[in-house]
């Protein structure tokens, strides 16, 4: 098991960690492969996600929709299977973690990554539509099979040629584990936790009832799947925005500084909560990245499954809706969580904290006076503290709750009696010196992060509402969870159709469901951790495809709005539309 533990922490530190070394940061070569591609695709594409951003939203609108097109889904329905993927714990949590670690600055460079993810998204969806696989077959009773396959690994085969297939293969096995884990199994888990902490509910009930609920639009097929996201989308995303823009409303004379402290803190970061010190400049920028280009999930190869089943004989009409992804994604939906958490101000001040001594939240840590904090390599095998204080002083290692040293510990919950005794980290426990007592607990005055960081802020930002402002998030990380597991099922049975044909897709349901179950129940730290490397090997030979397929990407680019197909559509879809209203 050890040896297990040993080879996934090598594989993840090489996907995730090895890049180029500058100054004393590391810049990992996935974050350079991705911001570089979608650099290089936006300057290939003459920028086309400014100058044909509008015809994404008309195209999206439904105003340009045949039905007698070949596919499974419209346009609006594949955006919004799309984004129940990408719009997720990562809009909440993700966000921010970037600023707890990044400071405020990391929220401008989430913005850059969604602007050059906006090509990288257009390029892939492009090409997953060229070179799908359509059966024009009546599945019936067997629509759950889908009519249509596309994504990364069609057009791997058959746009860079047949001596590429092994790659193709090794992109739709590795994307099928993603689906199964940090697509499914994370979700499940996240939900679960959230249940459990907020009402008490039994992990098991709660991996019964999403397991059930997951799997009953996912036996459905695309159509069923769809619909489903069509309506749980947008509602899930109106939920929090409303939330977040009441509290913008409330603070709107904040706003503009709020702005002014990103654009700042972006170029010439200052002493930070977790990390970020004077002139760590580069330590922002890839905090900022990182989560931008992982939150839209722009150039990773998933989305261009979903888009692949849209209504349409033209790729590039449902390229232009994959721009609206990113821009919903990372400078709608995450800049709203940024501002929440910079706005209330929740993101630099610590609250009143039940210290778990074994919990995964604790960190043992070495301030650093004006460069935040400094993580020990070992953990010290006991911490001496003396009326709530570490006794050794400065320079020697603290208790840290999400990397940020806490400064004073307390033996109960109102902070009236001071910690006197050890801390044994190995352990997971302390020891008082009034008495010898055991325990697992201690308190003091912490910083959030993630999820519960932005919870806590539209809990302050809606105090005067009551509890609505913890129950806005509590419920987005429900909906954002179970649909992004129902989304990730349709890009995992792709991949089994892809690898075996259409009697896989059955089977590979099946198995979703009851990993969507285990999920629910057993701790996932490596579960995440080996979704996390699939995810990352199946984006690099993504990338390497879209650059080599670029040159045919701005070839279609071109013949498309040169023809301007859409505005026969539109004449087709009034048509439609008149006959419908005719007949009744």
Request: hydrophobic share 50%; glycine share 12%; proline share 4%.
């Amino acid at each position: 098991m050890d040896l297990f533990s040993r080879i996934v922490s090598f594989l993840e530190w090489l996907v995730w960690s090895s890049g180029i070394q500058v100054g004393d940061e590391s810049i990992p070569f996935i974050i350079i492969a991705l911001l570089g591609t979608g650099v290089f695709l936006t300057l290939r594409l003459g920028f086309i996600q400014v100058r044909h951003l509008a015809h994404g939203f008309g195209v999206t609108s439904g105003k340009y929709d045949d039905p007698d097109e070949p596919g499974d889904v419209s346009h609006f329905q594949a955006l919004t299977t799309a984004l129940s993927a990408t719009v997720g714990i990562g809009n909440i949590a993700g966000v921010a973690i970037a600023i707890h670690f990044g400071g405020p600055g990391a929220l401008f460079w989430m913005w850059m990554t969604a602007f050059f993810g906006m090509a990288l998204k257009y390029s892939e969806v492009t090409l997953a539509q060229h070179f799908r696989s359509v059966d024009f077959e009546d599945k019936d009773p067997n629509a759950w099979e889908g009519s249509v396959s596309g994504g990364p690994m069609y057009y791997m085969e058959r746009g860079l040629g047949p001596k590429w297939k092994p790659l193709a293969i090794f992109f739709a096995a590795a994307l099928m584990v993603t689906s199964f884990l940090t697509g499914n199994a994370v979700q499940a888990n996240t939900v679960a936790d959230t249940m459990l902490d907020e009402f008490g509910v039994p992990v098991w009930m709660t991996g019964i009832a999403t397991a059930l609920i997951v799997a009953a639009v996912i036996l459905g097929g695309i159509k069923r799947i769809g619909k489903v996201t069509g309506i749980l989308a947008p509602l899930m995303a109106s939920v929090y925005v409303l939330g977040a823009l009441t509290i913008l409303v409330m603070n709107a004379g904040a706003i503009a500084p709020t702005f002014a402290l990103i654009f700042r803190e972006a170029f010439n970061p200052s002493a930070g909560i977790a990390g970020t010190g004077v002139g760590a400049f580069l330590l922002t920028m890839m905090w900022g990245v990182r989560r931008g280009l992982f939150s839209n999930e722009a150039g990773q190869g998933s989305a261009p499954i979903a888009h692949s089943a849209a209504k349409t004989d033209e790729p590039v009409s449902e390229g232009v809706v994959a721009l609206l992804e990113p821009l919903i994604d990372t400078l709608v939906i995450c800049t709203m969580t940024g501002l929440v958490v910079l706005i209330t101000g929740v993101w630099n001040s610590p609250v009143a904290t039940t210290i778990e001594l074994g919990g995964g939240d604790l960190t043992y840590v070495v301030a650093a006076d004006g460069a935040g904090n400094v993580g020990v390599d070992e953990v010290p095998e006991e911490i001496v503290f003396v009326d709530g204080y570490v006794a050794a002083g400065n320079g020697s290692p603290a208790l840290g709750w999400h990397e940020v040293e806490i400064a004073r510990l307390f033996a109960d919950a109102e902070h009236s009696r001071p910690f006197n005794g050890r801390v044994l980290p190995g352990q997971g426990k302390a020891v008082s010196s009034d008495g010898g007592e055991e325990v697992t607990f201690l308190h003091g005055m912490a910083m959030e992060s993630g999820a519960p960081l932005t919870k806590l802020a539209f809990e302050r930002g809606l105090s005067g509402l009551g509890n609505w402002g913890g129950f806005i998030v509590i419920i987005s990380v429900l909906l954002f969870a179970i649909s992004t597991a129902i989304s990730w099922s349709y890009y995992g049975d792709r991949c089994a159709n892809y690898l075996w044909g259409p009697k896989a897709v059955l089977p590979f349901k099946m198995v979703f469901v009851i990993m969507h179950f285990v999920g629910a129940v057993v701790t996932l730290a490596t579960v995440w951790t080996i979704g996390d490397i699939a995810l990352g090997f199946v984006t690099f030979p993504n990338l390497v495809a879209l650059v080599m397929l670029s040159g045919l990407v701005a070839s279609l680019t071109k013949s498309y709005f040169e023809r301007r197909p859409w505005e026969e559509n539109a004449k087709v879809h009034q048509a439609v539309v008149a006959s419908k209203k005719h007949k009744k």
